[in-house]
Structures are given as C-alpha cells and as structure tokens.
C-alpha cells in the first residue's frame, strides 16, 4: 500500500503522531506513548483491511477516518478535548456516526452488486441503519476495554456517558439512513451522491449492476 499517495492531512496527521510518540517513549511519558501509536495504529488499520478485500478508499475517505481517529482518541485523551470541551464527545458520535452510516449505505448497496432498486428503499436504509448503530456499539465496548485494561478514562461518566453517546450515535445513523433512502427512491443529494460516486468508480467490479 502506498501511503504518500494520501492527502496533506492525514501525512501531517500521522508524521505527528510519529514525533509525538518517539518524544513520549524518550521522557519516559508511556501513557502518551501508548496512545500516540494507538492512534496511528488505527488509522492505518482501515487501509490494510480493506485492500485485503480488494477494496479501495476514495483519498476523501481516507482523511475522514484519520482525522476522525486522531480527533477522538489523541485530541480526546492527550490533549484532554472532552473535558475542555463539553461538546467534543457529541461532535465526534454524531459526525461518525453519519460517516458509518454512509459506510452502511455502501454495505446494503454491495449486497446487491450496486444495483439500488433490487430492494425497497426502506429495507436498504434499515441495513444502513443498523450498521452504523452497530459500530457506535462496538465502539463503546472498545472504550470499556481500553479503561478496564490500560486504566484510561475514555467513558468519562461511565453508564451516563455510554447511553448519551448510544443516542446520538442512533440519531446521526437514523439522518444518515433517511438521506439513503432518499438515494435508494432515485434522488441525488448532492455531496452524499458524489462520494457514493467516487467510492463506486473505484470498486466497479464489486458493483456490476450499479444504476
């Protein structure tokens, strides 16, 4: 995989990360350390992944992930973001979970080798929903993980913190949902039509009744 084929952003993103990480392991700062690697760790991750499957991200993709990782776990961990700012934690859910929900109108779409009239539009919409529901899940069981075993402090407020973030994960796949199905009943919404439109370009085969 050829990683300086990214945007400036995400080689920014991760050539700080690396600084970031190596000055942290010589002070002797593993915390800051850990989480730095962490971070660029999981940026890659999703790159490495899908090229397995043949699979190729659009550069617009790539940059949303990166600058979505790096926002949530380094600028929320190390530099403290979702105490400084109240309504850090809420951006972050909301905006990804719209981006899954993307992300599941694009599985619902694979299912049927792209064609989006094979299906009524509510049934596609409902499989995007329940993607991008799902993540948000998986992604509060990965902040239990990280505080039961590094000690990190990454659900602030425990049970109240988890079912706040669970509903405004459900609110930003349920809009993502709805603008799909307005995609599925045949009407273009602008910037959301044009990344479906790029991601498809790049992976025709996988999408051969694409309509």
Avoid: C
């Avoid at 962490?38 to 699979?55: N, Q």
């Avoid at 859910?93 to 792209?114: P, R, T, Y």
Wanted: aromatic letters at 16%; a neutral charge.
């Amino acid at each position: 995989m050829k990683l300086w084929h990214a945007s400036p952003l995400v080689l920014s993103i991760r050539a700080l990360l690396v600084v970031v990480a190596g000055a942290a392991l010589i002070a002797a700062r593993w915390e800051v350390a850990f989480v730095a690697s962490l971070t660029l760790i999981l940026s890659v991750a999703p790159e490495f992944v899908v090229r397995r499957f043949g699979v190729q991200l659009p550069v617009s993709f790539i940059a949303a992930i990166t600058a979505f990782v790096f926002s949530t776990v380094f600028l929320g961990e190390v530099m403290d973001f979702y105490e400084r700012y109240w309504w850090w934690d809420i951006v972050m859910h909301g905006g990804s979970a719209l981006g899954f929900g993307l992300i599941g109108v694009i599985f619902a779409l694979f299912l049927f080798e792209g064609d989006r009239y094979a299906a009524p539009p509510w049934a596609l919409s409902l499989i995007a929903f329940s993607f991008a529901v799902t993540i948000g899940a998986v992604w509060e069981i990965f902040e239990f993980g990280m505080d039961q075993t590094f000690g990190l402090n990454m659900q602030k407020s425990g049970l109240v913190d988890t079912m706040t973030d669970l509903v405004v994960d459900a609110a930003g796949a349920g809009t993502a949902a709805l603008v799909g199905f307005l995609y599925f009943k045949g009407r273009e919404i602008g910037g959301f039509s044009a990344l479906l439109a790029e991601f498809l370009r790049l992976n025709r085969k996988l999408f051969r009744r694409y309509r």
